[in-house]
């Protein structure tokens, strides 16, 4: 009886090594082409191509570099980025301006200078005239004042008047009148 349990387990054995065997290779064709979709994944979707155009209309929006864009007098990479972004799209016929926000002017701003105008000529958009200037791009900022006047049509609470939102004058020189008084009737 032994013996013929040995025998049973043996053949069973046998037969069950088969099947491990071919399980096995057929997992190895399910990965392969679990494969191909990875490869799809490193090509540039139109999410990313979205992504990277609004990149490049903010930067040139923006148009200005910090001190954080430099390290010492010479571009490093977050400035030569932000450089190349703004560089996407300019037109060969209208100057691109670039706003250099750096303080003080001495002999680090005028190396900075050099550092953009140095990289601008070295990039493959040369064509494209470049032009320098100090401070904040005057065209990237906005007046608080239009914010302010859609400030109470922002109260879902509040009761629409008539002439809500209307700036009028200060009705009577020398009070002391809040913001509120003067700016929402």
């Not at 013996?3 to 392969?32: E, Q, S, W, Y």
């Not at 601008?120 to 064509?127: D, I």
């Not at 629409?160 to 004058?169: A, D, F, L, R």
């Amino acid at each position: 009886m032994i013996r013929f349990c040995k025998i049973g387990v043996f053949t069973l054995g046998a037969a069950l090594l088969p099947m491990l065997t071919l399980g096995c290779n057929d997992n190895k064709a399910k990965h392969a082409r679990r494969d191909e979709p990875r490869k799809m994944e490193d090509q540039p979707k139109s999410i990313d191509r979205i992504l990277e155009i609004q990149a490049a209309q903010g930067a040139r929006n923006d148009s200005t570099l910090y001190p954080q864009h430099f390290d010492g007098g010479e571009l490093n990479a977050l400035g030569r980025s932000k450089l190349a972004l703004m560089m996407r799209g300019a037109s060969a016929g209208s100057p691109t301006i670039v706003y250099l926000d750096l303080g003080r002017a001495s002999e680090t701003s005028q190396a900075r200078h050099r550092a953009v105008d140095k990289y601008w000529k070295e990039s493959m958009t040369a064509q494209a005239h470049l032009e320098l200037r100090d401070g904040l791009n005057p065209n990237a900022t906005s007046s608080a004042r239009h914010g302010l006047e859609r400030l109470p049509k922002t109260n879902s609470d509040a009761k629409p008047e008539s002439n809500q939102g209307v700036i009028e004058p200060n009705p009577s020189p020398g009070t002391n009148s809040g913001p509120s008084d003067t700016l929402f009737k």
